[in-house]
T-cell receptor, first 116, second 113 residues
Framework: GAVVSQHPSRVICKSGTSVKIECRSL??????MFWYRQFPKQSLMLMAT?????????EQGVEKDKFLINHASLTLSTLTVTSAHPEDSSFYIC????????????FGPGTRLTVL | DAKTTQPTSMDCAEGRAANLPCNHS???????VYWYRQIHSQGPQYIIH???NNETNEMASLIITEDRKSSTLILPHATLRDTAVYYC??????????????FGTGTKLQVIP
């Protein structure tokens, strides 16, 4: 099956620093990538949707200047958490989709961000 | 948006069938029902999806009621590795080809030895 990787798997940073998370589709080209956030014992919340070469579409309540998304190629999307604060500590998951059918959406393993 | 409701948690004995219900009473005619599961600290894993007819694959079976207001995911012989949070999702198509998905709270299935 299709594989989506995320790097790093875990990151700990100091408050005020920026953190970049990479999402890669390893064996397919993803027309669309999604970024989710998941707080402990809660469900996944969609943060944004991005298509290669265009600006991301952010969900209501998600600050686009704080969560910068770049989808520069069909196999790579990055999420940068700028000026991170402890409340940004969460599990960030990306997914990549080929085509328009939703069952072709493949999820990455997630990145655990801890902001001290 | 069509919303789903699921029980918060369920237990199932190892080797027995696990039946996970989901209500989606506001589903519209062209919306599919999808099931994903998430094992602790991992990304979600696709299980199965359907529109009207019952579906079966190597992982599970999906039973959708005739009025489509509810469905049941069946794991025929649950194993300890099936312990996970199971999400029932109704796909909401949006214009431009984007398909927004809302994850509910899911059902935490605990398979007991």
């Amino acid at each position: 099956g299709a594989v989506v990787s995320q790097h790093p798997s875990r990151v700990i940073c100091k408050s005020g620093t920026s953190v970049k998370i990479e999402c890669r589709s390893l064996d397919f080209q993803a027309t669309t990538m999604f970024w989710y956030r998941q707080f402990p014992k809660q469900s996944l919340m969609l943060m944004a949707t991005s298509n290669e070469g265009s600006k991301a579409t952010y969900e209501q309540g998600v600050e686009k200047d704080k969560f910068l998304i770049n989808h520069a190629s069909l196999t790579l999307s990055t999420l940068t958490v700028t000026s991170a604060h402890p409340e940004d500590s969460s599990f960030y998951i990306c997914s990549a989709r080929v085509g328009r059918r939703w069952d072709t959406q493949y999820f990455g393993p997630g990145t655990r961000l801890t902001v001290l | 948006d069509a919303k789903t409701t699921q029980p918060t948690s369920m237990d199932c004995a190892e080797g027995r069938a696990a039946n996970l219900p989901c209500n989606h009473s506001t589903i519209s005619g062209n919306e599919y029902v999808y099931w994903y599961r998430q094992i602790h600290s991992q990304g979600p894993q696709y299980i199965i999806h359907g529109l009207k007819n019952n579906e079966t694959n190597e992982m599970a079976s999906l039973i959708i009621t005739e009025d489509r207001k509810s469905s049941t995911l069946i794991l025929p012989h649950a194993t300890l590795r099936d312990t996970a949070v199971y999400y029932c999702i109704v796909r909401v198509p949006l214009s431009g080809g984007y398909q927004k998905v809302t994850f509910g709270t899911g059902t935490k299935l605990q398979v007991i030895p």
